[in-house]
């Protein structure tokens, strides 16, 4: 079956320009996440959405970063007024499961490798 | 704040060689605990996890992993490494907090190189 898909699959953009990264999920999980892996931080924790409920957002490093979810499948994840330590690959997962089933395996999609120039 | 520790950033093996990677976390409550593996081009994927139960668990591909509680540890083994092996493996954690959120944690990266 169709796995986690992102877009675009590469990006440049100018110091300051707004992105958007566009995340579709498996269809059927109820909970999708965002990290960021660069070159020295590892993999990030970045926001986590879960059906209705209100996302976690304890990840996100500045309030210049900014995601929603829309009817509870797509998401798209925003970085406002982009710097160059923005520059990282952006991964978006999803998982099947409510809130406290933190042994379900997240499913990774391919990444959006954002480079700010 | 929680943290995964992977004291191994880079190995190089033979093939037939016996890998050991070595996985810590600082927490004292419950936990779930994961190893995912990034071939070269390709996305994180699934290789084990432990969330009860049997702390010696099998995953795909020959690894397995134990998880100790006492030493807050989940080292990931494989008795004989192949080259297709040669890939960047991740250690995760997932925290209980009783269902607030499923975030995971993750540890910078080990990468194996397997020489044939």
């Known amino acids: 079956g169709a796995g986690v898909s992102q877009s675009p699959s590469n990006k440049v953009t100018e110091k300051g320009k707004d992105v958007e990264l566009r995340c579709d999920p498996i269809?059927?999980?109820?909970?999708l996440y965002w990290y960021r892996q660069s070159l020295g931080q590892g993999l990030e924790f970045l926001i986590y959405f879960q059906g209705n409920s209100a996302p976690d957002k304890s990840g996100l490093p500045s309030d210049r970063f900014s995601a929603e979810r829309t009817g509870g499948s797509v998401s798209t994840l925003t970085i406002q007024r982009t710097q160059q330590e923005d520059s990282a690959v952006y991964l978006c997962?999803?998982?099947?499961?409510?809130?406290?089933?933190?042994?379900?395996?997240?499913?990774f999609g391919p990444g959006t490798r954002l480079t700010v120039t | 704040a929680q943290s995964v520790s992977q004291h191994n950033h880079h190995v190089i093996l033979s093939e037939a060689a016996s890998l050991e990677l070595g996985c810590n976390y600082s927490?004292?409550?419950?936990?779930?605990l994961f190893w995912y593996v990034q071939y070269p081009g390709q996305h994180l994927q699934l290789l084990l996890k432990y969330f009860s139960g049997d702390p010696l668990v099998k995953g795909i591909k020959g690894f397995e992993a134990e998880f100790i509680k006492s030493k807050f540890s989940f080292n990931l083994r494989k008795p004989s490494v192949q080259w297709s092996d040669t890939a960047e493996y991740f250690c995760?954690?997932?925290?209980?907090?009783?269902?607030?959120?499923?975030?995971?944690?993750f540890g910078t990266g080990t990468l194996l190189a397997v020489q044939p």
């Open positions: 269809s059927g999980h109820t909970a």
């Open positions: 927490y004292g409550g419950t936990v779930n």
């Open positions: 997962a999803s998982s099947y499961g409510p809130p406290g089933t933190g042994s379900y395996e997240q499913y």
């Open positions: 995760a954690v997932n925290v209980d907090y009783g269902g607030a959120t499923n975030k995971l944690i």
